[in-house]
């Protein structure tokens, strides 16, 4: 399959208050065309400093971050990027608040707004377009954040911890929206989260960082050989647990020690 993105020998250092700090250190992994990927690790291992720097908000140390063969050295217009925060601007309706981007980036017009009406009809927003972010749930803003960010067309799509401010039965349902969405639309997804059972239902394969400096220990595969495949029904199917217990094991000690 066609490779979207891929990084290769990526390392991080910041400066600290008496020496360098080595937040992630060669980095080598790709993510193909339709996926979704997650990554998991420790905490302060360097995952959301990893989905910065492929966004081109930070500065790498030393390697390549390429998408659809083109090396990234910038922000990058083919990411789109959702954080745990929906973010959606209080004083604009939901209309207003999905063209958000594209007026930014002077692509308004009537086909782009058309095309942003058309998610809004197809995934069942559209009867709430005058209304605020205010007076929507926890789920329904999400999914407007999503469609805000596929409003431009990302060629990947990352969510750095996008559901973790969600209460767990809210957390449930949204991920079986968006995952959904993303496959409705062939969307091409990245996301880093601390939650063990949202990767395994959510992704096609699985990175899992070790701790700081961040480095790939593994790369783990999901399948359940499902049709119709969503997160609900992966999270019932009987070789979830085995999945879990494989990556609880491994992140639940780094030399001897819990994880943090």
């Known amino acids: 399959m066609e490779k ?13 208050e008496n020496d360098e700090i080595l937040a992630i250190d060669g980095i080598n992994f790709y993510v193909e065309k339709g996926e979704f990927v997650s990554v998991i690790g420790p905490s302060g291992c360097g995952k959301s400093t990893l989905l910065s720097l492929i966004a081109g908000l930070e500065n790498k140390t030393i390697g390549e971050i390429y998408i659809e063969g083109e090396r990234q050295e910038n922000i990058s217009e083919n990411v789109g990027y959702m954080l745990q925060r929906d973010c959606l601007l209080e004083w604009k309706n939901i209309l207003d608040n999905t063209l958000f981007g594209l007026d930014v980036r002077g692509e308004l017009n009537a086909e782009t707004k058309e095309y942003v009406m058309n998610l809004l009809r197809k995934y069942e927003i559209i009867d709430f377009i005058n209304k605020y972010p205010s ?37 449930i349902n949204v991920t ?6 993303l496959k409705n639309e062939s969307i091409t997804a990245l996301m880093v989260t601390h939650d ?18 961040g480095k790939i220990k593994s790369i783990y595969r999901i399948d359940f050989n499902i049709q119709n495949r ?7 199917h009987p070789d979830f647990s085995k999945y879990f217990n494989s990556l609880w094991k ?3 000690t780094y030399e001897g020690k819990d994880i943090e």
């Not at 979207?4 to 600290?16: A, M």
């Not at 973790?164 to 809210?170: I, K, V």
Request: net charge positive.
């Open 4 to 16: 979207i993105l891929e990084v290769r020998n990526l390392s991080k250092k910041y400066q600290g």
């Open 135 to 171: 007076e929507l749930s926890g789920g329904m803003r999400q999914r407007v954040a999503l469609i805000r960010t596929l409003a431009i067309k990302p060629k990947i799509l990352l969510l750095d911890e996008a559901f973790s401010a969600l209460d767990y039965q809210t957390r």
């Open 176 to 181: 079986n929206d968006i995952y959904r969405i």
């Open 196 to 213: 063990i059972s949202e990767a395994i239902s959510m992704s096609d394969r699985i990175i899992v960082l070790s701790k700081r400096p």
């Open 230 to 236: 969503t997160p609900l029904n992966c999270r019932e």
């Open 250 to 252: 491994e992140l639940s």
